[in-house]
């Protein structure tokens, strides 16, 4: 049977990514919502290559300016659209790829209305962790992760298995500057920052990756999604982005899923779960050309904010939800050319120092809390702003 898929962030790397995987298996998917931020003449290109029924931009005017080219076409716009295309009882899933705490609105939308979420949007589980993950209890949803780390340990675990896990090994290439000394991250340029050796991704998480505060989100995401103490969690560097991650079990025995890095696989798996399908995009691992697997721990010294994701997460209450909006700052003012790329770790740690936590389990304490976290790291930057 043919499911009906509605993406939103459809003209970002996920989003462009997934429209590849439904063409390839036009057999299996029907489209039903796109959701984007400003790209108009993308998703101008996509309206018309992929015909959605209904489609939602970031603001009014995009909205406006669309309706011109496409007047038959339902175009919705804002947090309202967003929401609106996600919780359509027309979709059997919902992708969320928009990045930033943006994907957090139409996550709820989609699990309240009983739709299963595809999510690569991983800032919607840092910050609202606890609230999105017992809603989905509640309302019977799957909750399928497309982070590729997340999708590895999906794969890994069996519903039989749940109770048997030892440890959580996340993986992570290291970024850009996983062999430069900390002179050269204080001076790395945007461009420098944004060179990561092995994903191709938008420009948010590319310089968390940078940073490592990527894998920071990760472990809490992945603390989140299955239920995993903190001091289980381990994070390991392997360069070759090849083992997307492992899980380990009570009798010492590992699991780990493998194959060529590319996200095609994780955003098929999470599409196509609980079956399989061979993509137009199915590469085949090869060992022998790889030969040598290289694995190390991470500098906590030159990357400071996964520690302070840790500090976080293991903290708990409001504390993930003000990192994630600390950060969203301090990453938007780096892109300016406005702070250090190693100011970015400072300015979430002088948040976190300064905030007074709250539970954080529903949605109005959430979204104070990020406010809260956005205005202190917007009031920081003259402190940190190169000449
Ligand atoms: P991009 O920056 O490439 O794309 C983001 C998408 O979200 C764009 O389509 C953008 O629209 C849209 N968008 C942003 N804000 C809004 C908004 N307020 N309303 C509607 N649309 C909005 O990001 P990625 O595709 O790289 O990442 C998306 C998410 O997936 C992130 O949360 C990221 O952490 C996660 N992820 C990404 C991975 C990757 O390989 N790229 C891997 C694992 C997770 P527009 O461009 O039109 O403004
Ligand atoms: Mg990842």
Redesign the pocket.
Known sequence: MRKTVSI????????KQALNVITDLSDKFNLFGL?????IEV?KEQIIKYKPKVISV?DKKSAQELKKYFPGLEILFGKEG?EEIAGSSQNDIVLI????T??LYPTIAAINNNIDVAL????TLVSAGSLVMNLAKEKNVNIIP???EHSAIYQCISSKDKDFIRKLIITGSGGPFRTKHLNDMQYATVKQALAHPR?S?????TIDSATLMNKGLEVIEAHWLFNIDYKDINVVIHPQSIIHSAVEFLDGSVIAQMGVPS?HIPIQYALTYPQRCKGLKSETLNLVQISCLDFAEPDLNRFPCLKLAYQAGKSGQSYPTVLNALNEIAVEEFLSNKIKLTDIPNIVEEGLNKHTPVHATDLNEIISADEWGRNFAKDLINKYLVN
Request: hydrophobic content about 45%; charged content about 15%.
């Open positions: 939103l962030g459809s003209t970002g790397s996920i989003g959701a984007a931020g400003a790209n998703l970031r967003l790829a928009v990045s930033g943006a994907g690569a949007n991983k800032e497309v982070d590729s994903w991704m938008g420009s948010k998480i996200m």
